[in-house]
């Protein structure tokens, strides 16, 4: 299931624990995808801690807590890690991460905690939401099969990549337009994890989160040509490093873009890699002018830029970008309802 989709689900989860509606959530998926982000962005829209309980780090006792002796009985001391709604907050989100590299016998401790919110005399708050996340066998990584008992304490989404999602994300997290131009231009290398290949040696590959190191990459090494190839084959492996890097090298031919949000008559360039290129820098400047006086003007002049491609797709693909982005504000820009008017039959029929 793709991510944005995956976000409307555990928006609703977590809401759902008001009502006692609440299931305990299991996302799949190889590493890189970014499982652990997604968690972290409904806490955040929510504004709710997160306690991410690494289970692979613990032992049996550490969840159970520790035994101590009150006169001729025994109690447990519950661990400080667990939520507790005046120590930390009334609602929250408690996440499992890494669930499946956990041993079994720790994984077997944590059944009563997930089904029945409970761990002996401990109870989970009822405002916090149980989320937990792993990878599949397979996906190289230190994993143990889950058990059925723990399986079925859980309902179970697997973490899909998607390009358009992504660039959604990336352009609200300033990420290096040039990285997602990258990307839209070879969008088969938003995630290509092989672990045949990946085990024969090369660590680093494209995924969601290695091209966020390559955009860091680009911000330290970005003025020094001969160290930016090594640099991104670092975060996203060698074949894909170079190809982003030769990519960016080339990006010098760009137009001018300050004429293009000025309105001026600028031609389009005859590359795809470059139309690529313009299409990601104009929508990353129409999303940094929500907010100003000139805004409007902007985003007019690109929506006028937009229907000069010379493929339909490409201005499509900018229009959407920056929809994504905007949100309904753009459909009241004139230029916009021109534009419709001229893609309507791509968008109909094609």
Not at 162 to 171: I, K, S
Not at 190 to 214: L, T, Y
Request: glycine fraction near 8%; charged fraction near 20%.
């Amino acid at each position: 299931m793709r991510p944005a989709q995956l976000a409307y689900i555990l928006d609703r989860e977590f809401a759902s624990t008001a009502a006692g509606h609440h299931t305990p959530v299991m996302l799949w998926g190889p590493p890189g995808v970014g499982k652990s982000q997604l968690v972290a962005q409904v806490a955040a829209r929510h504004g709710v801690p997160v306690i991410d309980i690494r289970l692979s780090q613990m032992e049996p006792s550490d969840l159970r807590g520790i035994p101590f002796r009150i006169e001729n009985r025994v109690e447990w001391a519950v661990p400080a890690m667990l939520p507790d709604a005046e120590r930390h907050w009334p609602a929250g989100i408690l996440f499992l991460d890494e669930i499946t590299s956990a041993p079994p016998a720790v994984s077997a401790a944590a059944y009563q905690l997930i089904l029945d919110r409970r761990l002996g005399e401990y109870r989970v708050p009822p405002g916090w939401a149980i989320f937990a996340a792993g990878n599949r066998q397979g996906d190289r990584g230190v994993t143990y099969a889950m058990p059925a008992p723990l399986a079925n304490r859980f309902s179970h989404f697997e973490v899909d990549v998607n390009l358009d999602d992504w660039v959604t994300w990336a352009y609200a997290n300033g990420i290096d337009e040039r990285i997602i131009a990258f990307l839209r231009f070879k969008p088969e290398l938003i995630f290509a994890f092989d672990p045949v290949k990946n085990a024969g040696g090369e660590m680093a590959f494209p995924s969601p989160r290695s091209w966020e190191f390559a955009h860091r990459a680009l911000r330290k090494f970005g003025d020094h040509a001969e160290l930016l190839p090594g640099a991104l084959a670092a975060c996203v492996g060698h074949a894909a490093g170079i190809e982003c890097a030769a990519f960016i090298d080339s990006l010098d031919r760009l137009p001018d873009l300050d004429a293009i949000c000025a309105g001026a008559d600028v031609p389009v360039p005859q590359e795809i890699d470059l139309q690529y290129a313009v299409a990601a820098a104009l929508a990353g400047r129409a999303l940094r002018a929500r907010g100003t006086p000139q805004a409007a003007e902007i985003w007019g002049h690109i929506l006028d830029y937009a229907q000069r491609f010379p493929q339909r797709e490409m201005g499509v693909m900018l229009v959407s970008d920056m929809h994504r982005g905007i949100g309904q504000p753009l459909f009241a820009v004139p230029q916009f309802a021109e534009w419709a008017n001229a893609v309507a039959a791509l968008m109909l029929y094609e």
